[in-house]
């Protein structure tokens, strides 16, 4: 089974931390994703990379940075933490252009206090 | 800008009826459409895609319908069970939007018994 596997389920953090929320693939896929999920908003891009080092940025790309050093693993950097970044975070890879074969993670459910 | 939507946050159904889910997207560039299914506490799930060359799709108690003239894409649920309770996404893609998805809002289906 393809597996796209998210570091935390749950986390906590203080407004002004810095944040990583990782996420590693095992596919071998070139594209990754970060969305953001909020209740009536739906599936939101943050940032996307199609290969190694190379990112680009979704609608939401503030406050949020990314880091893509090797294939499988795509980072999600929140530089400093606010409570409006209060959210669930997917993670996705595709192999295929054009949105095809995607798989998501289980999410990360990120609250900032 | 351009996005895809549904026509209901929330559709509630009894076992056994058949489920409808509709989602309109806006750009009439989008050569791929999927639909997702998400449970509490998971990421989203693949069902079902088709291609804007097509019109209709069937897999295993779900059927996809494309109309282009209209920009409309409907889920149709057969049968449908307690398991299918979730949240249904659409989402197209669009060359704008290089190898990411845009996805809808969601749909929330309650199966009752």
């Known amino acids: 089974d393809v597996k796209v596997t998210q570091s935390s389920r749950y986390l906590v953090k203080r407004t002004g931390e810095k944040v990583f929320l990782e996420c590693v693939q095992d596919?071998?896929?070139?594209?990754m994703f970060w969305y953001r999920q909020d209740p009536g908003l739906g599936l939101r891009l943050i940032y996307f990379?199609?290969?190694?080092?190379?990112?680009e940025k979704g609608d939401i790309p503030e406050g949020y940075s990314v880091s893509r050093e090797k294939k499988e693993r795509f980072s999600l950097i929140l530089e400093s933490a606010s409570t409006n970044q209060t959210s669930m975070y997917l993670c996705?890879?595709?192999?295929?252009?054009?949105?095809?074969?995607?798989?998501f993670g289980s999410g990360t459910r990120l609250t900032v206090v | 800008g351009e996005s895809v939507g549904l026509h209901l946050p929330t559709l509630s159904v009894q076992e056994g009826d058949n489920s409808i889910i509709n989602c309109a997207y806006s750009?009439?560039?989008?050569?791929?459409f999927i639909w997702y299914k998400q449970e509490s506490g998971k990421g989203p799930q693949f069902i079902i895609d088709?291609?804007?060359?097509?019109d209709k799709r069937q897999g295993q108690r779900v059927t996809v319908l494309l109309n282009k003239t209209v920009k409309h894409l409907s889920l149709q649920i057969a049968a449908t069970q307690p398991g299918d309770s979730a949240v249904y996404f659409c989402?197209?893609?669009?060359?704008?939007?290089?190898?990411?998805?845009?996805f809808g809002k969601g749909t929330t289906l309650s199966v009752s018994s």
């Open positions: 989402a197209e893609n669009s060359d704008q939007a290089g190898t990411a998805l845009i």
């Open positions: 088709i291609r804007s060359n097509m």
């Open positions: 750009n009439s560039a989008s050569d791929y």
């Open positions: 990379s199609y290969d190694v080092k190379m990112k």
């Open positions: 996705a890879s595709s192999l295929g252009p054009n949105g095809r074969g995607y798989t």
């Open positions: 596919m071998d896929h070139e594209n």
